[in-house]
């Protein structure tokens, strides 16, 4: 499953994909996010599945725009740590 | 005298609460009885599974207290057909308020209960759901079974929703059941508002009925802005065929309209309620979890 968590604000929408197929539930993007917005645990949009896997924190999900924000500089961008830290490439953005 | 004063303020924003049960059902006769009780910002429905086919359902709104209208709204399902919480094997929330139903053995998110809900209402065809409700929009992929396969859900905000239209209702005077077809009684379609956000959109509506406006086009107005901003949500996830509405908004032929004309493409329509779509398959994931073996029923004290 692709999961998509994003906000919008002056400049467009922005997202957050985790891909939960790719996913091993290894939390390095737990350690990794400097504002902790990821959790690893059963994958509540899935509830037929036993696997675990990572999400944004329900309580984060409103807060994207302010916890995501000091991670897209506008130039030299350096690849986002989540991203950067997610060996099996399960974590995309879309900024 | 104001209206107000002279008792007759009249509730616009109010659309009809109701409960049903199916005559053909005899739940007694089956085998896994399962309940799913949606608590939404604005509406909550609770509804009750029998062997895999709809049994029984109520639709109301949410109140300031939460638990207590997931009991209602249960209690209100099970009005009428001899049942009691006893009779269930297994009971989920989904919804805002999921978190907070004490008498269900499980929360499971809407996201995955509004796309099984709409693959039993519109049938196995559905790839794309929209779950329109009172407070956010979720665009919502799914396979033949219901089960997800990408979703995009974005930071709350009532904008182009359920609950921005009651205000628009309120304003103009107009029953939340008449604001679409009514929008869609204009000759020329009027530029859209230029923001979705309800208390812009309503200050901007306001000066447009000052400078003249008739309520139809101020409508009009406001369902074609809210349509731009759900298409413009859809692109992101892309809108495979087939395309199914779920929750309050579906109703509401203003918008379903326009955003039929923007994407080019038939919505699917059903016979069933679309309010109740999370609910649905909040006690359809019940059926498949007590098959499952996973059913978990909370002792009932």
């Known amino acids: 499953m692709k999961a998509n968590y994003g906000y ?17 539930g290894c939390a390095d993007c737990v350690a990794a996010c400097p504002a902790s917005i990821f959790e690893v645990g059963e994958d509540e949009n ?22 995501c924000g000091p991670c897209k500089p506008v130039r030299d961008r350096p690849e986002l740590p989540c991203v950067a830290s997610c060996k099996p490439g399960a974590i995309s953005h879309s900024w | 005298m104001s209206a107000q004063a002279s008792g007759e303020k009249k509730e616009f924003w109010r659309w009809k609460e109701y409960n ?13 009885i399962t309940a799913g009780v949606d608590v939404g910002s604005v509406s909550s429905q609770a509804v009750i599974v029998v062997d895999d086919e709809l049994y029984a359902f109520s639709n109301q709104r949410t109140g300031s207290n939460s638990p207590g209208s997931a009991g209602k709204a249960m209690m209100w399902a099970l009005e009428g057909t001899g049942m009691t919480m006893d009779d269930l094997h297994y009971a989920i929330a989904t919804g805002y ?20 809900g709409a693959n039993y209402m519109y049938g196995g065809t559905v790839r794309t759901v929209l779950d329109m409700g009172g407070q956010d929009c979720k665009a919502i992929h799914t396979d033949a079974r219901g089960k997800v396969t990408r979703f995009l859900m974005n930071d709350k905000c009532a904008a182009g929703t359920g609950r921005g239209m009651e205000v628009f209702a309120d304003l103009l005077g107009v029953s939340i059941e008449e604001v679409g077809d009514m929008s869609l009684e204009v000759e020329k ?10 208390v812009f959109a309503k200050s901007e509506a306001t000066s447009l009925l000052r400078s003249g406006w008739d309520k139809e086009m101020v409508l009009a107005a406001y369902c074609s802005a809210m349509a731009h901003r759900i298409v413009s949500l859809l692109e992101r996830i892309g809108v495979e065929k087939d395309f199914a509405i779920t929750g309050g908004i579906a109703k509401n032929r203003g918008i379903t309209r326009r955003l039929e004309k923007e994407l080019g493409l038939e919505i699917l329509d059903t016979r069933y309620d679309t309010q109740i779509a999370g609910a649905l398959g909040a006690a359809l994931f019940g059926q498949a979890l007590v098959k499952k073996g996973k059913g978990r029923k909370k002792s009932l004290a």
Do not use: Q
């Open chain 2, 97 to 116: 308020g999921r978190v907070n139903v004490p008498f269900t053995d499980r929360a499971i998110t809407e996201i995955a209960c509004h796309g099984r």
């Open chain 1, 46 to 67: 899935d509830p037929l599945s036993d696997d675990e896997v990572a999400s944004v924190k329900a309580d984060g999900r409103k807060s994207l725009e302010y916890d």
């Open chain 2, 20 to 32: 049903w049960k199916s005559d053909e059902i005899d739940w007694r006769k089956g085998k896994i």
């Open chain 2, 189 to 198: 379609e009027p530029p859209p508002v230029s923001s979705t956000c309800v």
């Open chain 1, 8 to 24: 919008r604000d002056g400049s467009g929408d922005y997202f957050i994909e985790i891909d939960t197929d790719l996913c091993d």
